[in-house]
Antibody, heavy 124, light 113 residues
Framework: QVQLQESGPGLVKPSQTLSLTCTVS??????????WSWVRQPAGKGLEWIGRLYTSGTTNYNPSLNGRVTMSADTSKNQFSLSLTSVTAADTAVYYCARTPLFDWLPIRGIDVWGQGTTVTVSS | DIVLSQFPDSLAVSLGEGATITCKSSQSVFHTSNNKNFLSWYQQKPGQPPKLLIYWASTRESGVPDRFSGSGSGTDFTLTINSLQAEDVAVYYCHQYYSVPLAFGGGTKVEIK
Protein backbone atom coordinates (compact mmCIF):
# COMPACT_ATOMS: atom_id res chain seq x y z
CA GLN A 1 0.00 0.00 0.00
CA VAL A 2 1.59 3.23 -1.15
CA GLN A 3 2.15 6.00 1.38
CA LEU A 4 3.27 9.58 0.94
CA GLN A 5 5.09 11.62 3.58
CA GLU A 6 5.88 15.32 3.38
CA SER A 7 8.97 16.76 5.04
CA GLY A 8 10.64 20.13 5.28
CA PRO A 9 10.98 23.24 7.45
CA GLY A 10 7.90 24.29 9.33
CA LEU A 11 8.96 27.92 9.41
CA VAL A 12 10.20 30.01 6.50
CA LYS A 13 11.07 33.69 6.52
CA PRO A 14 9.35 36.11 4.16
CA SER A 15 11.03 36.48 0.75
CA GLN A 16 12.85 33.16 1.20
CA THR A 17 12.24 29.87 -0.57
CA LEU A 18 9.96 27.17 0.77
CA SER A 19 11.30 23.69 0.00
CA LEU A 20 9.39 20.49 0.70
CA THR A 21 10.01 16.85 -0.13
CA CYS A 22 7.51 14.03 -0.52
CA THR A 23 8.82 10.54 0.11
CA VAL A 24 6.85 7.76 -1.50
CA SER A 25 6.89 4.30 0.08
CA UNK A 26 5.23 1.09 -1.03
CA UNK A 27 5.64 1.80 -4.72
CA UNK A 28 7.97 3.38 -7.25
CA UNK A 29 7.44 6.88 -8.59
CA UNK A 30 9.52 6.02 -11.64
CA UNK A 31 6.80 4.90 -14.01
CA UNK A 32 4.19 6.38 -16.28
CA UNK A 33 1.24 5.18 -14.24
CA UNK A 34 0.91 8.26 -12.03
CA UNK A 35 1.43 11.93 -11.78
CA TRP A 36 2.42 13.57 -8.53
CA SER A 37 0.93 16.78 -7.19
CA TRP A 38 1.21 19.36 -4.46
CA VAL A 39 -1.92 20.87 -2.94
CA ARG A 40 -2.08 23.40 -0.12
CA GLN A 41 -4.71 24.53 2.35
CA PRO A 42 -4.53 27.69 4.48
CA ALA A 43 -5.96 27.24 7.94
CA GLY A 44 -9.75 27.18 7.83
CA LYS A 45 -9.85 27.55 4.05
CA GLY A 46 -10.21 25.42 0.95
CA LEU A 47 -7.82 23.40 -1.17
CA GLU A 48 -5.54 25.00 -3.76
CA TRP A 49 -3.79 22.97 -6.45
CA ILE A 50 -0.14 24.03 -6.76
CA GLY A 51 1.14 21.84 -9.57
CA ARG A 52 1.86 18.36 -10.87
CA LEU A 53 4.85 16.40 -12.06
CA TYR A 54 5.17 13.44 -14.36
CA THR A 55 8.39 11.52 -13.78
CA SER A 56 9.04 11.88 -17.50
CA GLY A 57 9.81 15.48 -16.56
CA THR A 58 6.65 17.22 -17.64
CA THR A 59 5.33 19.72 -15.13
CA ASN A 60 2.26 21.94 -14.89
CA TYR A 61 1.90 24.73 -12.35
CA ASN A 62 -0.94 26.91 -11.16
CA PRO A 63 -0.50 30.30 -12.86
CA SER A 64 -1.94 31.96 -9.75
CA LEU A 65 1.46 31.37 -8.14
CA ASN A 66 3.08 33.70 -10.69
CA GLY A 67 6.00 31.53 -11.75
CA ARG A 68 7.30 30.95 -8.22
CA VAL A 69 6.87 27.16 -8.30
CA THR A 70 9.28 24.44 -9.35
CA MET A 71 8.69 20.73 -8.92
CA SER A 72 11.19 17.95 -9.52
CA ALA A 73 11.69 14.27 -8.82
CA ASP A 74 14.58 12.21 -7.51
CA THR A 75 13.72 8.72 -8.67
CA SER A 76 16.79 7.22 -6.97
CA LYS A 77 15.31 8.28 -3.62
CA ASN A 78 11.69 7.74 -4.65
CA GLN A 79 10.95 11.36 -3.79
CA PHE A 80 9.56 14.43 -5.43
CA SER A 81 9.92 17.99 -4.27
CA LEU A 82 8.37 21.44 -4.26
CA SER A 83 10.16 24.76 -4.32
CA LEU A 84 8.21 27.99 -3.84
CA THR A 85 10.21 31.21 -4.04
CA SER A 86 9.65 34.68 -2.61
CA VAL A 87 7.18 33.50 0.01
CA THR A 88 4.88 35.80 1.94
CA ALA A 89 2.46 35.26 4.78
CA ALA A 90 -0.15 34.30 2.18
CA ASP A 91 1.83 31.11 1.55
CA THR A 92 1.25 29.91 5.10
CA ALA A 93 -0.68 26.68 4.79
CA VAL A 94 -0.77 22.93 5.19
CA TYR A 95 1.00 21.46 2.18
CA TYR A 96 -0.05 18.05 0.88
CA CYS A 97 1.69 15.83 -1.63
CA ALA A 98 -0.61 13.56 -3.60
CA ARG A 99 -0.86 10.91 -6.31
CA THR A 100 -3.13 10.61 -9.33
CA PRO A 101 -3.24 7.36 -11.31
CA LEU A 102 -3.05 7.42 -15.10
CA PHE A 103 -4.28 5.21 -17.90
CA ASP A 104 -3.04 5.90 -21.40
CA TRP A 105 -1.66 9.18 -19.97
CA LEU A 106 -5.12 10.32 -18.86
CA PRO A 107 -5.83 10.83 -15.16
CA ILE A 108 -8.31 8.44 -13.63
CA ARG A 109 -9.98 8.61 -10.22
CA GLY A 110 -8.58 12.06 -9.47
CA ILE A 111 -6.22 12.18 -6.49
CA ASP A 112 -6.42 8.79 -4.81
CA VAL A 113 -3.59 8.98 -2.25
CA TRP A 114 -2.64 11.95 -0.07
CA GLY A 115 0.14 12.56 2.39
CA GLN A 116 -0.81 13.59 5.91
CA GLY A 117 0.24 17.16 5.21
CA THR A 118 2.88 19.42 6.70
CA THR A 119 2.27 22.88 8.11
CA VAL A 120 4.45 25.66 6.80
CA THR A 121 4.36 29.07 8.42
CA VAL A 122 5.87 32.11 6.76
CA SER A 123 6.99 34.55 9.42
CA SER A 124 10.04 36.52 10.42
CA ASP B 1 -9.25 28.21 -16.35
CA ILE B 2 -12.07 26.08 -15.01
CA VAL B 3 -13.76 27.42 -11.88
CA LEU B 4 -15.81 25.12 -9.66
CA SER B 5 -18.60 26.66 -7.61
CA GLN B 6 -20.05 24.64 -4.78
CA PHE B 7 -23.44 25.16 -3.12
CA PRO B 8 -24.30 25.56 -0.34
CA ASP B 9 -21.31 26.69 1.70
CA SER B 10 -22.71 24.77 4.65
CA LEU B 11 -25.74 22.75 5.59
CA ALA B 12 -27.12 21.19 8.72
CA VAL B 13 -28.97 17.89 8.38
CA SER B 14 -30.70 15.69 10.91
CA LEU B 15 -29.28 12.24 11.49
CA GLY B 16 -30.83 9.81 9.04
CA GLU B 17 -31.86 12.54 6.62
CA GLY B 18 -30.34 13.23 3.21
CA ALA B 19 -27.88 15.90 2.11
CA THR B 20 -27.27 17.24 -1.38
CA ILE B 21 -24.24 19.24 -2.49
CA THR B 22 -23.98 20.89 -5.89
CA CYS B 23 -20.85 21.61 -7.89
CA LYS B 24 -21.05 23.74 -11.02
CA SER B 25 -18.14 23.95 -13.43
CA SER B 26 -17.49 27.00 -15.60
CA GLN B 27 -16.64 24.65 -18.48
CA SER B 28 -17.53 21.10 -19.36
CA VAL B 29 -15.29 18.45 -17.82
CA PHE B 30 -16.62 15.70 -20.09
CA HIS B 31 -13.79 14.07 -22.01
CA THR B 32 -14.86 12.68 -25.37
CA SER B 33 -11.85 10.36 -25.55
CA ASN B 34 -13.36 8.05 -22.95
CA ASN B 35 -16.84 9.55 -22.41
CA LYS B 36 -16.07 10.29 -18.79
CA ASN B 37 -16.53 13.34 -16.60
CA PHE B 38 -13.21 14.23 -15.02
CA LEU B 39 -14.70 15.20 -11.68
CA SER B 40 -14.20 13.72 -8.23
CA TRP B 41 -15.54 14.32 -4.73
CA TYR B 42 -13.62 14.33 -1.47
CA GLN B 43 -14.47 14.25 2.20
CA GLN B 44 -12.19 16.04 4.64
CA LYS B 45 -12.40 15.76 8.41
CA PRO B 46 -10.52 18.11 10.76
CA GLY B 47 -6.81 17.46 10.90
CA GLN B 48 -6.94 14.90 8.09
CA PRO B 49 -6.14 14.97 4.39
CA PRO B 50 -9.05 14.73 1.96
CA LYS B 51 -10.40 11.27 1.24
CA LEU B 52 -11.55 10.24 -2.24
CA LEU B 53 -15.24 9.35 -2.30
CA ILE B 54 -16.33 9.52 -5.93
CA TYR B 55 -14.51 9.70 -9.27
CA TRP B 56 -15.71 9.92 -12.87
CA ALA B 57 -18.50 11.98 -11.26
CA SER B 58 -20.44 8.89 -10.22
CA THR B 59 -18.12 5.96 -9.48
CA ARG B 60 -17.78 5.20 -5.80
CA GLU B 61 -14.24 4.56 -4.55
CA SER B 62 -13.65 1.15 -3.05
CA GLY B 63 -14.69 1.01 0.59
CA VAL B 64 -16.91 4.11 0.47
CA PRO B 65 -20.38 3.44 1.95
CA ASP B 66 -23.15 3.24 -0.62
CA ARG B 67 -25.05 6.09 1.06
CA PHE B 68 -22.66 8.35 -0.88
CA SER B 69 -23.53 8.82 -4.54
CA GLY B 70 -22.52 11.19 -7.30
CA SER B 71 -24.35 12.27 -10.40
CA GLY B 72 -24.25 14.80 -13.20
CA SER B 73 -22.43 15.45 -16.43
CA GLY B 74 -20.79 18.27 -18.32
CA THR B 75 -20.93 21.24 -15.99
CA ASP B 76 -23.43 20.29 -13.27
CA PHE B 77 -22.74 17.71 -10.59
CA THR B 78 -24.24 16.56 -7.33
CA LEU B 79 -23.00 14.64 -4.32
CA THR B 80 -25.78 13.04 -2.31
CA ILE B 81 -25.47 11.57 1.15
CA ASN B 82 -28.42 9.35 1.98
CA SER B 83 -29.28 8.81 5.63
CA LEU B 84 -26.61 11.02 7.17
CA GLN B 85 -24.51 9.41 9.89
CA ALA B 86 -22.59 11.19 12.64
CA GLU B 87 -19.29 10.19 11.01
CA ASP B 88 -20.28 12.06 7.83
CA VAL B 89 -19.72 15.43 9.51
CA ALA B 90 -16.96 16.91 7.36
CA VAL B 91 -16.19 19.35 4.58
CA TYR B 92 -16.82 18.06 1.06
CA TYR B 93 -14.96 19.23 -2.04
CA CYS B 94 -15.41 18.65 -5.74
CA HIS B 95 -12.29 18.54 -7.94
CA GLN B 96 -11.83 18.73 -11.69
CA TYR B 97 -8.93 16.85 -13.21
CA TYR B 98 -9.93 17.63 -16.79
CA SER B 99 -7.52 20.45 -17.52
CA VAL B 100 -4.78 22.50 -15.94
CA PRO B 101 -4.82 24.40 -13.76
CA LEU B 102 -6.61 21.67 -11.84
CA ALA B 103 -9.11 23.07 -9.38
CA PHE B 104 -11.23 22.38 -6.33
CA GLY B 105 -14.57 23.74 -5.34
CA GLY B 106 -14.74 25.98 -2.32
CA GLY B 107 -16.07 23.25 -0.06
CA THR B 108 -19.35 22.50 1.69
CA LYS B 109 -19.43 21.96 5.43
CA VAL B 110 -21.93 19.35 6.55
CA GLU B 111 -23.08 19.39 10.16
CA ILE B 112 -25.69 17.65 12.25
CA LYS B 113 -28.87 19.61 12.96
Amino acid sequence: QVQLQESGPGLVKPSQTLSLTCTVSGGSINNNYYYWSWVRQPAGKGLEWIGRLYTSGTTNYNPSLNGRVTMSADTSKNQFSLSLTSVTAADTAVYYCARTPLFDWLPIRGIDVWGQGTTVTVSS
Amino acid sequence: DIVLSQFPDSLAVSLGEGATITCKSSQSVFHTSNNKNFLSWYQQKPGQPPKLLIYWASTRESGVPDRFSGSGSGTDFTLTINSLQAEDVAVYYCHQYYSVPLAFGGGTKVEIK
